[in-house]
């Protein structure tokens, strides 16, 4: 079992910044690798980033490349999506997933791989 949580959504003028943050607690945490993930209202779970604990290594969608990092820190099993020149069509619930790393694919992300998620937290880019 793996639980995760998330924070740091919020309202935001278009073009500024938002910090979120996952901790994720549980065995084995390493052996995942944690991808972010946003719903708009109306419209299907979408892919944002993923990140593999051992190595880094990290995958974003083409809508946030250049605009979003994603990190993680070891020690705290946290996982961050930095978020920077925001845009409204940026607002949506945020959620964090665990997928386990055999199964992650950083070209695509699916939903339906991950077996964990939070609860989601809410972001808002007001024009």
């Known amino acids: 079992q793996v639980q995760l949580v998330e924070s740091g959504g919020g309202l935001v003028q278009a073009g500024g910044s938002l910090r979120l943050s996952c901790a994720a607690s549980?065995?084995?945490?390493?052996?995942?690798?944690m991808g972010w993930f946003r719903q708009a209202p109306g419209k299907e779970r979408e892919f944002v980033a993923g990140?593999?604990?051992?190595?880094?290594?990290?995958a974003y969608a083409d809508s946030v490349r250049g605009r979003f990092t994603i990190s993680r820190d070891n020690a705290k099993n946290t996982v961050y999506l930095q978020m920077n020149s925001l845009k409204p069509e940026d607002t949506a619930v945020y959620y964090c997933?665990?997928?386990?790393?055999?199964?992650?694919?950083?070209?695509?992300?699916?939903?339906?791989?991950?077996?964990?998620w939070g609860p989601g937290t809410q972001v808002t880019v007001s024009s």
């Open positions: 997933a665990a997928v386990p790393t055999r199964r992650y694919n950083p070209v695509v992300g699916t939903p339906g791989d991950y077996d964990y």
């Open positions: 549980g065995r084995s945490v390493s052996t995942y690798a």
């Open positions: 990140i593999r604990w051992i190595g880094g290594s990290t």
